[in-house]
């Protein structure tokens, strides 16, 4: 028996047939190839004329009605930066998103990790969009440094290998990773600078509040690697959900994971005995219970191995007392990004 149509299953429910259908959604935009753009390139100008010519009328008074009256201008910048690998022209974009986006492809493109744009520009510790520097690396193995989600659309956008992204769960989100692959192949060419990356991996020890000792996999804070920010003679390295801290208390939810995060700075490029690590905050979320953290904390920490560049080997332990729990951590991890405050 085939099962009832949207159409029938309304009819049997009295309700209209538009009542149950699925959202509307954008169609798949196509790929392109963003090679054969930017050789076609030549002005901003003509590019305009260009897509003026194969403008829909419809999206034109889309266009209009939320007022980005220089939206195709814009669009081409990113053409005319990429191209010209000029990364000022994406200052000239009005709308702080394309101008992002703009800064990322013109440094994809280029081949310059540094010139990708910081998650958040007031928050250096927070690092670089992953895919870009890995992209602009040329480095499969940098994608480790994107979250896990993002990884199979990090490696298909750095390997051109749309099989990559079939394993993606989310139809919008498998779409796109697609589409980038394709329409990047040409211009993301040449060899990793980075090889490979150390492994990463984080394990917590901890016990109190009546609780037995228990142990909690760091894959969420380290996995991904940490960011080294350069501030003049100091240097700083965070991991985890640093810059939550608050003065107001609050306890984790139930189906939380156990998260720890943690910054700490010296002087100079590496710790060392004679210019030890200085804990700069710290925080234990354990489900269930009070967030615990500190700022100037008075935990032991040793910095057995740190390399502050992009794939660096780090290593580190971490024992004391954190709010009510007694913790050790063991680290070992790589640097996935350098920043400068």
């Given at each position: 028996?085939?099962?009832?149509?949207?159409?029938?299953?309304?009819?049997?429910?009295?309700?209209?047939?538009?009542?149950?259908?699925?959202?509307?959604?954008?169609?798949?935009?196509?790929?392109?190839?963003?090679?054969?753009?930017?050789?076609?390139?030549?002005?901003?100008?003509?590019?305009?004329?260009?897509?003026?010519?194969?403008?829909?009328?419809?999206?034109?008074?889309?266009?209009?009605?939320?007022?980005?009256?220089?939206?195709?201008?814009?669009?081409?910048?990113?053409?005319?930066?990429?191209?010209?690998k000029d990364m000022k022209k994406c200052e000239?974009?009005?709308?702080?998103?394309?101008?992002?986006?703009?800064?990322?492809?013109?440094?994809?493109?280029?081949?310059?990790?540094?010139?990708?744009?910081?998650?958040?520009?007031?928050?250096?510790?927070?690092?670089?969009?992953?895919?870009?520097?890995?992209?602009?690396?040329?480095?499969?193995?940098?994608?480790?440094?994107?979250?896990?989600?993002?990884?199979?659309?990090?490696?298909?956008?750095?390997t051109h290998d749309t099989k990559k992204c079939?394993?993606?769960?989310?139809?919008?989100?498998?779409?796109?990773?697609?589409?980038?692959?394709?329409?990047?192949?040409?211009?993301?060419?040449?060899?990793?600078?980075?090889?490979?990356?150390?492994?990463?991996?984080?394990?917590?020890?901890?016990?109190?509040?009546?609780?037995?000792?228990?142990?909690?996999?760091?894959?969420?804070?380290?996995?991904?690697?940490?960011?080294?920010?350069?501030?003049?003679?100091?240097?700083?390295?965070?991991?985890?959900?640093?810059?939550?801290?608050?003065?107001?208390?609050?306890?984790?939810?139930?189906?939380?994971?156990?998260?720890?995060?943690?910054?700490?700075?010296?002087?100079?490029?590496?710790?060392?005995?004679?210019?030890?690590?200085?804990?700069?905050?710290?925080?234990?979320?354990?489900?269930?219970?009070?967030?615990?953290?500190?700022?100037?904390?008075?935990?032991?920490?040793?910095?057995?191995?740190?390399?502050?560049?992009?794939?660096?080997?780090?290593?580190?332990?971490?024992?004391?007392?954190?709010?009510?729990?007694?913790?050790?951590?063991?680290?070992?991890?790589?640097?996935?990004?350098?920043?400068?405050?």
């Amino acid at each position: 028996m085939e099962p009832a149509s949207p159409s029938q299953l309304a009819s049997a429910l009295g309700l209209d047939a538009a009542a149950l259908a699925g959202p509307l959604v954008d169609p798949e935009k196509p790929a392109g190839d963003l090679a054969g753009d930017l050789n076609a390139f030549t002005t901003v100008e003509a590019c305009m004329k260009q897509k003026t010519q194969t403008l829909d009328p419809l999206v034109g008074d889309a266009v209009d009605a939320i007022g980005y009256d220089t939206f195709l201008r814009d669009a081409c910048r990113v053409l005319e930066a990429a191209k010209t690998k000029d990364m000022k022209k994406c200052e000239l974009i009005d709308a702080s998103a394309l101008r992002a986006r703009c800064r990322t492809v013109t440094a994809m493109v280029v081949g310059d990790a540094d010139g990708c744009p910081l998650k958040a520009p007031s928050k250096p510790e927070l690092g670089r969009d992953a895919l870009c520097v890995a992209a602009a690396l040329r480095s499969p193995a940098m994608c480790e440094g994107a979250q896990k989600r993002d990884r199979p659309s990090c490696e298909a956008l750095v390997t051109h290998d749309t099989k990559k992204c079939s394993i993606i769960p989310l139809d919008d989100l498998r779409i796109g990773c697609t589409r980038d692959a394709t329409r990047f192949r040409g211009v993301i060419v040449g060899g990793a600078a980075i090889g490979n990356v150390p492994p990463a991996k984080g394990t917590l020890t901890f016990s109190g509040e009546g609780k037995p000792q228990a142990t909690a996999d760091l894959d969420f804070d380290v996995g991904s690697g940490v960011v080294v920010v350069l501030d003049g003679k100091k240097t700083r390295v965070t991991f985890g959900r640093v810059g939550e801290i608050t003065a107001t208390p609050r306890a984790a939810q139930p189906l939380d994971h156990t998260r720890l995060a943690l910054a700490f700075t010296f002087f100079g490029a590496t710790s060392s005995a004679d210019k030890p690590a200085e804990i700069t905050e710290a925080a234990l979320t354990v489900p269930g219970s009070p967030v615990a953290s500190c700022v100037a904390c008075a935990l032991s920490l040793k910095v057995e191995k740190l390399e502050p560049k992009r794939a660096g080997a780090v290593s580190l332990t971490l024992d004391g007392v954190l709010g009510t729990w007694k913790i050790h951590a063991d680290v070992q991890t790589f640097v996935r990004d350098v920043t400068s405050r």
